[in-house]
């Protein structure tokens, strides 16, 4: 058993408040025994035009102080954070196609290898807000994992970027290329973010990689039938696949106007059972997952066995 906490919390503007909750959240997390701490997407601070200036390298304040208080409690870390980027929001790079930037460079390589970055972005927040484009860089849109003793274990920056329902992910944000997987708490874990759920062909290349948890990071938008979207996605991932979904989005934020967060966060077994929902609220709960359940799903249904195609890109 690995005991996961989903931590769903709301996200504001200032990374400040943002690092507070987060560090009342993995006090609560270790307190109930979790071995590894789930965070939503853009935990560093919400979408906005701010993004461009609070965008920071992984060796930057934020993440370092998150490793710390991983490190002081002996417990692992996903949250979701804006590295600078190398393109410029000039460019138009999106589905993995990467635009050409000044040379700077951050966040991971393909192996995970953290790399640094000093750049700083600016464009158009996914609610459709002007962007400037000036030509100043991008940031990239991470989830960092951090191991329970302090250290970076790997980081994946989001390769599908929500240029739909009217926002423009890719005017500010640069795609990553790389599906990555991780080994944290005794668990092979797909990093996903938000957006990426729409497309079962990461899932399938994470758990061809090994992957026996999805870990979905989110800040999900509000609207007719999103909700919906996002439940019904969230549990094909983990049926088609028969493997745990660990998704956790953020806490409705009342001062924010943009509908971004839902909540919803919840735990998906490899059947497609919803072992836990926080509802819309912010909540900090504590799972568990049971290597075990995997075994038994996929040896009485061993769909990725009896695949006969190969899909690639559409």
């Known amino acids: 058993m690995t005991r996961i906490a989903l931590c769903q919390i709301p996200v504001s503007t200032e990374p400040a408040a943002n690092l507070r909750r987060a560090l009342e959240a993995l006090e609560r997390a270790a307190a109930d025994g979790a071995e590894l701490a789930i965070f939503p997407e853009a935990t ?40 600078p980027g190398d393109s410029r929001t000039g460019d138009t790079a999106q589905n993995g196609d990467a ?75 640069e795609p990553g290329s790389a599906p990555v997987v991780v080994e944290l708490a005794g668990l092979r874990i797909g990093l ?69 967060g839902i909540g919803r966060s919840m735990l998906v077994d490899p059947m497609g059972v919803v072992r836990s929902d926080l509802g819309p609220r912010p909540a900090v709960q504590t799972c568990e997952v049971d290597s075990q359940i995997t075994i038994a799903t996929r040896n009485a249904l061993p769909c990725l066995e009896h695949r006969r195609l190969q899909v690639g890109r559409s």
């Open 99 to 173: 635009a050409k930037g000044n040379g700077r460079t951050s966040g991971t390589t393909p192996n995970g290898d953290t790399a640094k970055g000093n750049g700083r972005t600016s464009g158009t927040t996914p609610n459709g807000d002007a962007a400037r484009g000036d030509g100043t860089p991008r940031v990239y849109n991470t989830a960092v994992a951090i191991g329970p003793d302090g250290t970076i274990r790997a980081a994946y920056r989001k390769i599908h970027l929500f240029d739909s329902f009217g926002a423009r992910e890719s005017e500010l944000v």
């Open 192 to 260: 996903v973010t938000c957006y990426d759920i729409r497309f079962p062909e990461l899932a399938r290349a994470l758990v061809d990689q090994g992957a026996e948890l999805f870990a979905v990071i989110a800040a999900w938008g509000s609207g007719p039938m999103k909700e919906e979207h996002w439940t019904t996605l969230v549990r094909a991932r983990a049926i088609e696949n028969t493997a745990w979904v660990a998704a956790v989005g953020q806490a409705p934020n009342p001062e924010a106007r943009d509908g971004f």
């Open 44 to 83: 560093l601070t919400r979408y906005g035009p701010r993004i461009t200036d609070l965008a920071e390298p992984l060796d930057g304040p934020f993440v370092t102080a998150l490793a710390e208080a991983a490190g002081a409690h002996g417990l692992a870390v996903i949250a979701g954070v804006f590295e």
